[in-house]
């Protein structure tokens, strides 16, 4: 339904239109298709387990895994390192009984090791010039090396380093 409302000045006319917005959000879409609505309806379900499992999980182990699916009970993790994992496998009854009781059923915890690669732990190679000093006693011991896989890998560390004057 749309309502217009027209004032009438002296020199202008002003129409106001009183009508919803025509733009919805994705959710919106979602919603209406009944494949989309399970996705969504699961990624709540995950959503919510994750806080569920950082809330609960001890110490840096909330930071350290994450949930990363749900199917029939079964809560799979996905953990930083071996360490974690096994930690987790270690509590895994406590951790299971504790998401339970957000109403989800809990049956058993699948931890699996997957590292995530975060932007911020990649550092470019640097280079790092060397002094002098260490230059000179880098060449002199690479001088005095029998002909030879080593002398010729300090050879080409010394052509590719930077020196600092």
């Known amino acids: 339904m749309v309502t217009v409302l027209a004032v009438l000045r002296r020199l202008e006319t002003k129409i ?3 009508e919803p917005p025509m733009y919805h959000g994705p959710e919106h879409y979602l ?3 009944t494949n989309a609505s399970r996705l969504l309806a699961h990624a709540r379900l995950l959503t919510k387990l994750s806080r569920r499992f950082t809330a609960i999980a001890p110490g840096g182990l909330g930071r350290a895994a994450r949930v990363a699916n ?3 009970g079964v809560i799979v993790i996905h953990a930083e390192n071996g360490a974690v994992a096994a930690k987790i496998r270690q509590m895994g009854r406590r951790l299971c009984d504790e998401l339970s009781r957000e109403g ?3 049956n058993q915890l699948e931890v ?3 590292p995530q690669r975060s932007l911020r732990e990649i550092h470019p190679a640097s280079v790092k010039p060397l002094s002098a000093k260490a230059f000179d006693s880098m060449q002199a011991t690479a001088n005095e090396l029998p002909p030879g ?3 010729h890998a ?3 560390l010394l052509k590719s380093a930077a020196r600092r004057e």
């Open 16 to 18: 106001i239109c009183t």
């Open 31 to 33: 919603k209406r298709d």
């Open 70 to 72: 749900f199917k029939s």
């Open 104 to 106: 989800v059923e809990c």
């Open 112 to 114: 699996k090791v997957q």
């Open 149 to 151: 896989p080593l002398r």
């Open 154 to 156: 300090l050879e080409i």
